[in-house]
């Protein structure tokens, strides 16, 4: 008996005319079955039928996103909401033809609010809208217009215009690193004080029969909501009364007493960003088990985290190693930032506790619904939270110039997550003279095509500007047949003499030299100085050959013309002043002290 061949093709039911709507929210659960994620589709401002088969969709598309791509996907529906409601030509899916999206994408380009969206916003809006439409329309092959398609490339171009952007000097991610470190001490100071008190087994006592005192309300505050800081909302449920509180320190001065605070954990990001030279967002999903021994030397921390689209199929981890001797090095911050967030995790979802950057949710009603009351940063909220860094770091220096007119201090310069990557990767590059392999290890890449779209400002294009008519200039000489004797000297005094290296050998030619454009100082004055790639132990040995260097600079810098100081010298002292000696703790300064006399002299600055 001859058997029957199975039909295992899957067939779609039609869908119904009407097509009601089966859920009133878009809703997305995480692996505990718990609730981390809802959208109300009537938001959307579709009609009827298209907003519950976009809703539908949506929600299978999206299960295994993040949270920040489904949020984007639901602000991008509720744009083509927006348009279809103007538009006023689609009152049913019946309507959505290939000409709506024609419309769409002439909308998309037209100026909304006063301001144009650029050509890559224009493509993000309809990419996050396409596969939603596309498999819609796949699922209800009856329910819209039978011409309808959705063109795969309708903005020709929106990822390869790449204009000239500007990047930040070392000079000033230092300024914005010290920034970031004054804030982190603060902090820092502010939570152990806190702790100190938490650790108190008895309630502290009142100050004045007239106030309870700050250390009493942050012994209370933290046992009765288990180490949260309730916000200003959360007292009257936790039976206290406002204005009982100091007028001195509101509940949102408290909340640093117990954990983290959002501008805090904006401070160790940012300080984080620029050392690890990591991409912004897998930063922000950086894990608590980040930190890893170097298995050469035991001074070394090793600081891991992924990028889910690094290494196709095969992924490559993401790492960088730092001296855990320094004391704002990434893994010394990581460490204060474990301990500042640990009494979160208790608040924390189950798919979160694993998350480094965490913190006390502002708002936990509303759209931003939540059953729990901390957990990962959210990328908006780190922009706004930057955006109030930047405002409040200007104006303390404001007020400081205003105050000190003699001792003006430059502003902050305006910056985005993005810009530390590429800055690093340019100052590498220039750091190295144009080695762009240097930047690639930097940033971890496969490519080096993908390194050379990070590397660029105007100290990279004057760099290659100058490589480009040095190289130029010893092919003219080889062709005429130029010799060293036939080369101009330069007169003046204070570049024809030698320079003294400090850490190397005297430089007889520091300005005529085969790496040296005439006119320029040679890029390898300075001996080890000028290495982009050194590293100095931290011990009292090398603090003292540094203090004793900075000294026997200084000193030089009295009896040497200013100009021949300026341009050979200065850069070395700049070197172990402001990027050295810093690395340094102060305690180790005394030991330092007491070696500089029996070290052996440093040579004679000419």
Same mark, same amino acid.
């Given at each position: ?37 809802? +959208? ?49 030509? %689609? ?57 309808? !398609? ?117 401070? +160790? ?14 930063? *922000? ?28 199929? %095969? ?53 931003? @619904? ?20 930047? @405002? *409040? ?117 520091? !300005? ?41 600079? @200084? ?52």
């Amino acid at each position: 008996m001859a058997r029957t061949r199975l039909d295992r093709t899957l067939r779609l039911e039609t869908a119904p005319a009407d097509h009601p709507p089966d859920v009133a929210k878009v809703q997305f659960r995480d692996e505990w079955g718990k609730i981390v994620q809802q +959208f109300d589709r009537a938001l959307f401002g579709m009609p009827d039928d298209i907003s519950a088969a976009m809703a539908r969709v949506f929600r299978d598309h999206d299960v295994a996103s993040s949270a920040a791509t489904r949020a984007a996907r639901w602000f991008a529906l509720r744009v083509f909401g927006r348009f279809l409601r103007e538009d006023g030509r %689609v009152g049913c899916a019946a309507d959505l033809d290939t000409a709506t999206i024609r419309r769409f994408i002439t909308w998309l380009a037209k100026p909304a609010n006063g301001r144009k969206r650029g050509v890559k916003s224009q493509s993000h809006q309809l990419g996050m809208v396409r596969p939603v439409l596309k498999r819609a329309i796949a699922n209800n092959p009856c329910l819209f217009a039978p011409d309808l !398609t959705v063109p795969n490339n309708a903005i020709p171009l929106a990822g390869t215009q790449r204009l000239p952007q500007e990047r930040l000097t070392p000079l000033q991610m230092r300024s914005v690193l010290a920034a970031c470190y004054a804030e982190i001490d603060v902090a820092w100071d502010k939570f152990q004080y806190g702790q100190g008190v938490i650790a108190l087994t008895e309630l502290p006592p009142r100050p004045s029969w007239r106030t309870e005192g700050l250390d009493r309300w942050i012994w209370r505050l933290h046992r009765a909501n288990n180490g949260l800081s309730p916000g200003g909302n959360g007292l009257r449920r936790l039976g206290f009364r406002k204005k009982a509180l100091p007028k001195a320190h509101p509940i949102a001065s408290i909340e640093g007493y117990l954990h983290i605070t959002t501008d805090a954990l904006t401070a +160790f990001y940012i300080a984080l960003l620029i050392q690890t030279a990591a991409n912004a967002g897998p930063l *922000r999903q950086i894990k608590r088990d980040c930190l890893i021994a170097h298995p050469l030397d035991r001074h070394r921390v090793m600081v891991e985290w992924s990028k889910p689209r690094a290494g196709g199929k %095969v992924k490559r981890m993401q790492r960088r190693s730092f001296d855990n001797r320094r004391p704002y090095s990434a893994p010394r911050l990581i460490e204060k930032l474990l301990a500042m967030t640990a009494p979160l995790l208790p608040h924390v979802g189950p798919s979160e506790r694993d998350q480094l950057f965490l913190h006390r949710f502002l708002m936990t009603t509303g759209r931003n @619904e939540r059953e729990h009351n901390a957990g990962q940063i959210a990328q908006a909220t780190l922009r706004w939270a930057m955006l109030r860094f930047y @405002e *409040r770091q200007n104006a303390a220096i404001a007020s400081w110039n205003e105050a000190h007119p003699d001792e003006r201090r430059p502003l902050l310069p305006d910056f985005s997550p993005k810009l530390f990557r590429s800055s690093m990767a340019s100052a590498h590059y220039t750091a190295s003279q144009g080695d762009i392999m240097a930047a690639k290890a930097v940033l971890n890449h496969a490519d080096v095509a993908t390194t050379d779209i990070y590397v660029d400002g105007e100290a990279v294009r004057r760099l290659e500007r100058d490589t480009i008519a040095r190289l130029q200039s010893l092919m003219i000489k080889w062709v005429h047949g130029e010799t060293s004797s036939d080369r101009p000297q330069d007169g003046g005094s204070y570049t024809a003499a030698p320079v003294t290296a400090l850490f190397g050998h005297t430089c007889l030619r520091p !300005t005529d030299d085969a790496s040296a454009r005439p006119g320029q100082v040679c890029p390898k004055l300075g001996g080890c100085l000028a290495c982009p790639g050194l590293v100095v132990p931290i011990n009292p040995d090398h603090l003292a050959r540094i203090v004793q260097a900075i000294r026997h600079l @200084e000193l030089a810098r009295e009896r040497i013309d200013p100009i021949r100081f300026g341009r050979f010298y200065a850069p070395s002292l700049r070197a172990l002043a402001e990027d050295l000696l810093p690395a340094f703790p102060p305690e180790m300064m005394p030991d330092a002290e007491r070696l500089i006399p029996v070290l052996p002299p440093l040579p004679d600055m000419e």
